[in-house]
């Protein structure tokens, strides 16, 4: 009996959180390594939650927790312990056959090296979360060519990773992202691997993204780059050391 209550009270909170533009929700989420006999705590009792249309930086220093934190909500790993919502849906029961399910439709990464491969032209690139998706070969392409206008593209469709700038390589990798419409846009480090010049173009990109209505999480150490959200989140020692708006929130 008090399973079935637990459940139908974790159901009717999904509903709640869905009802209430909640794109991301932790409640006390952790991720702890066994090493030894020693357990580390590279994650340790977030709260988060992160609404539809938010712009949101995630930054830390190196070892802060911040790319374990990304980790659990990019659906590529679950917690030790807590619960995380995406959607109002409860992911982190699930099996990682599910969170693959979860992370296609729901998530579209962006990753610092790009993750592109290097014989597949750019359109085909683009093509491949549909690909994974079980969707058409004739509706996947005209997706693909929608997402490459996206990121104003569409005169490189036909080139290979080798035959484009890092910046243009980036954008392929953004339209990749973008292609089945995911809830959530996970940025990891976008301009890590750009010069400064090529990275703000790359942010006003995403600028522009955010303006049509993504919701966006960037993962960050850089402070600059963390300041072109609305708001920014600042992860030390695995928990949440500062939760602040910037000066562009509200724009």
């Known amino acids: 009996m008090a399973t079935a209550v637990a459940e139908r009270e974790l159901l009717e909170r999904?509903?709640?959180?869905?009802?209430?533009?909640?794109?991301?929700?932790?409640?006390?989420?952790?991720?702890?390594?066994?090493?030894?006999?020693?357990?580390?705590?590279?994650?340790?009792?977030?709260?988060?939650?992160?609404?539809?249309?938010?712009?949101?930086?995630?930054?830390g220093p190196s070892g802060s927790g911040k790319s374990t934190l990304m980790n659990l909500?990019?659906?590529?790993?679950?917690?030790?312990?807590?619960?995380?919502?995406?959607?109002g849906?409860?992911?982190?029961?699930?099996?990682?056959?599910?969170?693959?399910?979860?992370?296609?439709?729901?998530?579209?990464?962006?990753?610092?090296?790009?993750?592109?491969?290097?014989?597949?032209?750019?359109?085909?690139?683009?093509?491949?979360?549909?690909?994974?998706?079980g969707i058409s070969s004739k509706t996947r392409i005209e997706m693909a060519k929608t997402a490459m206008r996206q990121v104003d593209l569409e005169n490189r469709m036909d080139h290979k990773p080798n035959e484009l700038s890092g910046g243009q390589r980036q954008r392929v990798a953004i339209a990749r992202a973008l292609v089945n419409n995911p809830?959530?846009?996970?940025?990891?480090?976008?301009?890590?691997?750009?010069?400064?010049v090529t990275g703000n173009e790359i942010m006003a990109l995403?600028?522009?993204?955010?303006?049509?209505?993504?919701?966006?999480?960037?993962?960050?150490?850089?402070?600059?780059?963390?300041?072109y959200a609305h708001r920014v989140v600042t992860i030390r020692d695995g928990k949440v050391e500062k939760d602040e708006k910037t000066a562009r929130a509200g724009q």
């Open 14 to 59: 999904g509903e709640r959180l869905k009802r209430e533009g909640v794109v991301i929700r932790t409640y006390d989420i952790w991720k702890t390594y066994v090493m030894g006999d020693q357990e580390i705590h590279a994650v340790s009792g977030v709260d988060l939650e992160i609404k539809r249309g938010e712009y949101v930086a995630i930054m």
């Open 73 to 87: 909500v990019g659906c590529l790993d679950t917690p030790s312990k807590g619960q995380y919502y995406i959607n």
């Open 206 to 227: 995403f600028d522009k993204l955010h303006q049509k209505g993504n919701t966006i999480v960037l993962v960050t150490h850089e402070h600059d780059v963390a300041l």
């Open 89 to 133: 849906n409860l992911v982190s029961e699930l099996s990682d056959d599910e969170l693959a399910r979860i992370r296609n439709k729901e998530i579209g990464f962006v990753f610092q090296t790009f993750n592109l491969l290097p014989r597949a032209s750019s359109l085909h690139n683009v093509e491949l979360p549909l690909i994974y998706a």
């Open 183 to 196: 809830s959530i846009l996970l940025a990891d480090e976008p301009t890590g691997n750009l010069d400064s």
